[in-house]
């Protein structure tokens, strides 16, 4: 292929990408000229709804489309991920306006910077070579280490920020260790071609394939803060700007799933046994230390941290299933958790206001009493972390439970019950302190309207997909079939 | 052959029954005024009621299949209907949910004064709960509404309740989500295992092998049994009652240990019908020691609300001991008493409330000589308190009697045992009587007391014309469930392919299985 041949054939399935990517630069130029930042966030919406409008239209077309010579592929798979990215980017936008001025730290970048990390989790969720994915990795990663730091003056983001690019470093480098292996076993870093080369050869029970996998859970188990490579998640989630821990909870979650959706699921299909093997004992260690570490907590970012390590293990139930459905089932539970979890920290940061941190749980006391629609969303969220119908967290475990028992791990689906009623104790601590207490102080709400729409938005998809979760089902049967 | 009538009345009634309440809740929402709000919650209450009626009138007797039917398509991907429909043991419930929800909202009028709009709405939210896992035919479904109830109780007791109601509340959700739970992977395991479907008639068609029943029963019955609550698992229930404002008192005692129950009727009996012959003997030896110690538990209690609510552990005894006889007299005893409890229980609660409201204070030593100060209640507290232990002529008389003639039909042992409990029932009701009503007028309140005043009398009212038309004309009610029971103990019994009816068999053969 000669440089000429770039043809627009070649640049349809990327433009999403190519939106992203030009709209954090035009805001980077935009932040010289332009004083107001909701001119920069505003700008920053319109961009990722364009790519998000892009990404729509194709979705459930048949067929994926590989580009540049089977590297990137926009198929149903990448496309449903994207849609968790747009929407994180687009939510985190609109809950960072007030709350960066509140943290004197409302540069321009930041919006850039989210979008990179943006376009760097698609890239992960559309690579089809490994170099590629660590490419996107990459470009994530790097961004998300400044966004933790980006209040300057303050010693907890930046250590937040440090700690999470050491091990972030490190994490990339098992994955590079991991790629480097499989390219000596076979030849190839296209994720494609690995797969059609083990079997070929009949390389399944491999060491140098086992050790390879092995690298690669540790790198993408770091990237979804599963058990035990979750360390640096509550440093990094407390520290870091609360708008940063609401969107890293998310989309390089989210990122991380993909990815090792796709790599496990192709690349390392011949291996589904072993590695299913090890992911669940990753499970069960992230349900059990996310939910039982959790209780201990009075810092709300901290709780909402070692809650989100929790997350990960149910939907790593969805994966250990193996099979197509219970991919879908792990899609549909990361983008119900998207929805829940980022309506959570909204709320979280409405309490933020001058000189009043309002992290602490004890914050929340009395709530209900001067604040009730606050604390009624914040009620909603919680159930629906817990996973309590009608909430649609009830509906993305519930999924993710019949795919697990569907392939036989009963007793996973047990114990992933027990913890989740374990993590009731946290969640409705929160519900108890807003309602069944007094408040000590005024508690003063810091709202906006891109706030107001933002909870509004998660709190309706909560609730609307908890009672009617066939539309979304839907979709997300959409992403494995097209 | 269909087991279903759907409905003709042109209208979906139970779907309007259920969710009537919802609607009234979303009306509140956006009301101001703390005075429209109770009216409104008292409306849509009534309207609730009013609505059920046609479904008792329609209602044909002769069969057992479900009636009233209504199916929709809701989540095809698991093949998951909205289908709702009642049959002669669920009806009933129906109007005892309708009814003590008018009565728990006249009986908070007053008690509540803050956060009034959230009290009634998570009151009208319980209420399509509770009429919603009557009318569930499709299992998910059934789930959804079983969870749904945990939010608004859970603020019910929390919010409004007594001193320690932040504990009660937290255990109240842990206790009732851990035994739900089970039931989750229990439902999805026999989603699989009956064929993809979690339609409650075509599950119960299905034969399962018998050490997959017995793990599923056990699943349903961890739900059902902290529901009740049954023996191990009561702790809950003391602290919870004893907490909540009287409302939730009367919705826990009322309506929601019944759910337990009707959980075992309709999944454990028809479902895991060898399972269920498999534990029989456990089942009932739990069911009587719930009756003899909730019944010496209760003689030692000093709070007033918590003696009436050991005596629910007792008295839901007497219930569970009555379906696990397995017979048609203690069956239908079982669920006449069902339906006795919750009124007699309820009514005991809303007194407790209304004394409470005066006084302010539940402990026993407090009170005294109310005969004197305030006749109409004494009155009042006298037929429930009579009810309560069974005296002929009452409502909870019947059931006990169909349920412990049940019992002997079994074993005579079980029909003795149970008969003690009885004994100490009277025991207890006729103690607590004695300290509260008779007795000289106690001085720590006498300066508190003025008598029922016309809201109050019209709560507790209905539930004594409900105490002796039951125990008058219990046929009002049976006659409903005459074939609904004999259907359901031909189910029971009608998968024993021909075995003998042996519990010591069946046990062997199901540990030989598991070992």
């Known amino acids: 292929m000669s440089f000429l041949n770039l043809n627009f054939m070649y640049i349809k399935p990327i433009a999403p990408e190519l939106i992203i990517t030009c709209i954090a630069l035009i805001l980077m130029l935009l932040d010289l000229i332009v004083r107001r930042k909701e001119v920069i966030a505003l700008v920053g919406i319109i961009g990722t709804t364009l790519a998000l409008y892009l990404t729509f239209k194709v979705y459930g077309l048949a067929g994926p489309q590989t580009v540049f010579n089977g590297m990137f592929v926009l198929d149903g798979y990448s496309s449903f991920f994207k849609f968790i990215f747009y929407i994180n980017a687009i939510l985190t936008i609109c809950i960072s306006l007030k709350y960066m001025e509140i943290e004197k730290a409302a540069y321009g970048e930041y919006y850039a910077l989210l979008l990179f990390a943006t376009a760097g989790m698609m890239i992960i969720a559309s690579a089809l070579d490994l170099i590629v994915l660590y490419l996107g990795i990459e470009l994530m990663s790097l961004s998300t280490y400044i966004l933790v730091g980006i209040i300057r003056h303050d010693t907890k983001s930046n250590e937040a920020a440090i700690k999470y690019f050491l091990l972030g470093g490190f994490s990339s480098a098992f994955l590079l260790y991991g790629a480097s292996l499989i390219y000596g076993l076979t030849g190839t870093t296209n994720i494609g071609a690995i797969a059609a080369f083990i079997s070929e050869k009949g390389f399944a029970g491999n060491q140098m394939l086992l050790l390879s996998m092995a690298l690669f859970t540790v790198a993408f188990g770091f990237k979804i803060a599963a058990a035990p490579f979750h360390m640096w998640a509550p440093d990094a989630y407390e520290g870091a700007p609360t708008s940063i821990t609401a969107f890293m909870s998310v989309g390089p979650k989210a990122a991380g799933f993909a990815a090792l959706g796709r790599v496990f699921m192709v690349a390392f299909s011949s291996i589904k046994v072993e590695w299913s093997t090890v992911l669940i004992p990753l499970a069960v260690l992230s349900m059990c230390i996310g939910n039982i570490v959790a209780i201990s907590q009075t810092n709300i970012k901290r709780m909402l941290a070692y809650s989100s390590i929790a997350h990960a293990g149910y939907a790593l139930l969805g994966v250990i299933a193996g099979t197509n459905s219970g991919l879908s089932s792990m899609m549909n539970y990361m983008f119900i958790y998207a929805f829940m979890n980022i309506g959570a920290f909204a709320v979280v940061i409405m309490l933020r206001r001058e000189g009043f941190k309002g992290e602490d749980l004890s914050d929340y006391e009395g709530l209900a009493k001067n604040h009730p629609l606050a604390a009624a969303l914040m009620l909603v969220f919680m159930f629906s972390l817990t996973g309590i119908p009608p909430t649609a967290g009830f509906i993305a475990k519930f999924y993710v439970f019949m795919e697990v028992i569907k392939t036989g791990h009963v007793l996973l689906a047990v114990i992933a019950v027990l913890f989740s009623v374990a993590s009731a104790f946290f969640y409705l601590r929160v519900v108890m302190y807003m309602y069944m207490k007094e408040p000590r102080g005024e508690v003063i709400l810091t709202t906006s309207a891109p706030i107001c729409i933002a909870l509004a938005v998660t709190a309706l998809i909560v609730i609307v997909f908890g009672i009617f979760p066939s539309s979304l089902l839907d979709f997300v049967s959409l992403a494995i079939s097209g | ?515």
């Not at chain 2, 209450?45 to 069969?63: C, G, N, Q, W």
């Not at chain 2, 009660?168 to 699989?192: D, E, H, P």
């Open chain 2, 1 to 515: 052959m269909e087991d279903i009538i759907f409905n003709k009345l042109g209208y979906p009634i139970l779907t309007l029954t259920t969710f009537l309440p919802i609607i009234g809740a979303l009306f509140i929402l956006f009301l101001r005024n703390d005075a429209l709000i109770k009216w409104v919650a008292l409306i849509t209450t009534i309207a609730v009621f009013i609505v059920s009626l046609p479904i008792y009138k329609h209602f044909d007797k002769t069969t057992y299949k479900m009636q009233f039917v209504e199916s929709h398509s809701w989540i095809p991907l698991w093949d998951i209907t909205y289908k709702v429909g009642v049959d002669g043991i669920s009806i009933l419930f129906i109007i005892l949910t309708a009814l003590l929800s008018i009565l728990c909202v006249t009986v908070s009028w007053k008690a509540i004064q803050n956060k009034v709009k959230e009290f009634f709405i998570s009151l009208l939210i319980m209420e399509t709960a509770m009429i919603g896992i009557f009318v569930s035919l499709n299992l998910l479904l059934f789930y959804l509404f079983w969870e749904l109830m945990l939010i608004p109780m859970f603020l019910l007791i929390g919010v409004w309740g007594g001193p320690n109601r932040i504990y009660a509340a937290i255990k109240f959700v842990l206790f009732t989500l851990a035994g739900s739970v089970f039931m989750l992977i229990g439902i999805i395991v026999l989603y699989y295992a009956g064929g993809k479907t979690f339609d409650i008639l075509a599950l119960s068609k299905v034969h399962y092998p018998l050490s997959l029943q017995a793990w599923l029963f056990l699943g349903f019955f961890a739900a059902f049994a902290v529901k009740v609550p049954m023996f191990p698992v009561h702790t809950w229930l003391p602290d919870a009652h004893t907490e909540a404002p009287t409302a939730g008192s009367v919705i826990l005692a009322g309506i929601l240990l019944k759910m337990g129950a009707y959980g075992f009727l309709r999944f454990s009996l028809p479902i895991f019908p060898d399972a269920t012959r498999a534990f029989l003997v456990p089942m009932i030896i739990l069911s009587i020691t719930a009756i003899i110690y909730g019944a010496y538990v209760t003689l030692m209690q000093k709070d007033l609300k918590r003696l009436i609510a050991y005596s629910s552990v007792s008295h839901m005894g007497f219930v569970t001991l009555g379906i696990f006889t397995l017979n048609k007299t203690g069956l239908e005893g079982g669920i006449l008493q069902m339906i006795n409890h919750g009124v007699v229980t309820g009514a005991l609660f809303l007194c407790v409330g209304i004394i409470y409201e005066r006084t302010h204070t539940r402990v026993i030593e407090d009170y005294g000589g109310l005969s004197k100060s305030v006749p109409v209640y004494a009155t009042f507290f006298a037929i429930f308190s009579l009810a309560a232990i069974g005296f002929p002529g009452m409502n909870a008389f019947i059931g006990e009697f169909l349920i412990i003639s049940g019992a002997f039909k079994v074993r005579t042992i079980f029909g003795a045992l149970s008969i003690w409990g009885v004994a100490l029932g009277v025991t207890y009701m006729v103690w607590l009587y004695y300290r509260v009503v008779l007795n000289e007028v106690n001085p720590r309140i006498r300066h508190h007391l003025s008598d029922l005043d016309l809201r109050e009398i019209a709560t507790l009212t209905p539930l004594v014309i409900l105490v002796f038309l039951i125990g008058l004309q219990p046929d009002i009610l049976l006659s409903y469930m005459h074939t609904s029971v004999e259907h359901l103990i031909e189910q029971v019994n009608g998968s024993a392919h021909g075995q003998a009816y042996n519990f010591a068999n069946l046990i062997t053969q199901y540990i030989k299985e598991i070992f």
